[in-house]
T-cell receptor, first 115, second 115 residues
Framework: GAGVSQSPSNKVTEKGKDVELRCDPI?????LYWYRQSLGQGLEFLIY????????KSGLPSDRFSAERTGGSVSTLTIQRTQQEDSAVYLC?????????????FGQGTRLTVV | AQSVAQPEDQVNVAEGNPLTVKCTYS??????LFWYVQYPNRGLQFLLK??????LVKGSYGFEAEFNKSQTSFHLKKPSALVSDSALYFC?????????????FGGGTRLMVKP
């Protein structure tokens, strides 16, 4: 597709369950980011993938969070044993690795509600 | 480490008046600077960027931003605000000094334009 695609757009889950959030970046973009945004707040960095390099996981808030990127394209963010404080909008973005045109393009986000 | 500061949580301006949303940054080496806008229940949309060249950058929807290297600032401006400009604005920075492509965001500034 033309833009960054995230699914599902909304997810309601029970506390303690695992969830998977999917991001399909723009074709050819080698950099992929996950951010978390709590209601009306700023962006909290979670994880960053760049090509075949080891991902920067420094923003993951706990070991319940993990992410992978298969084949350098689609990425999945997994939250195990969800807690109510995990409720937020999870945003994915992608960008070209180099060149002047290096702005990141964002998906519409997945709104996660843990009840 | 690179960082971005948006010192104002909210900016209020009357329609038709000029607006300024402030951003300061800290990076090693030359920065790439970006502004994004987020309308309610929407993902982030790219507004404009500074890469090199003219310090005054023009972007979408009549917005512009001025890069000031000595003050390490990249304030967003618009000569005449519209009510429809009301949204959440994020400044972001990327340093070319680092081999990676890490994009760091400020905490966001809510712009309220009143009729």
């Amino acid at each position: 597709g033309a833009g960054v695609s995230q699914s599902p757009s909304n997810k309601v889950t029970e506390k303690g369950k695992d969830v998977e959030l999917r991001c399909d970046p723009i074709s050819g973009h080698t950099a992929l980011y996950w951010y978390r945004q709590s209601l009306g707040q700023g962006l909290e960095f979670l994880i960053y993938f760049q090509g075949n390099s080891a991902p920067d996981k420094s923003g993951l808030p706990s070991d319940r969070f993990s992410a992978e990127r298969t084949g350098g394209s689609v990425s999945t963010l997994t939250i195990q044993r969800t807690q109510q404080e995990d409720s937020a909008v999870y945003l994915c973005a992608s960008s070209l690795a180099s060149g002047r045109n290096t702005e990141a393009f964002f998906g519409q986000g997945t709104r996660l509600t843990v009840v | 480490a690179q960082s971005v500061a948006q010192p104002e949580d909210q900016v209020n301006v009357a329609e038709g008046n000029p607006l300024t949303v402030k951003c300061t940054y800290s990076v090693s080496g030359n920065p790439y600077l970006f502004w994004y806008v987020q309308y309610p229940n929407r993902g982030l949309q790219f507004l404009l960027k500074y890469i090199t060249g003219d310090n005054l950058v023009k972007g979408s929807y009549g917005f512009e931003a001025e890069f000031n290297k000595s003050q390490t600032s990249f304030h967003l401006k618009k000569p005449s605000a519209l009510v429809s400009d009301s949204a959440l604005y994020f400044c972001a920075v990327r340093s070319l000094y680092n081999a990676g492509n890490m994009l760091t965001f400020g905490g966001g500034t809510r712009l309220m334009v009143k009729p």
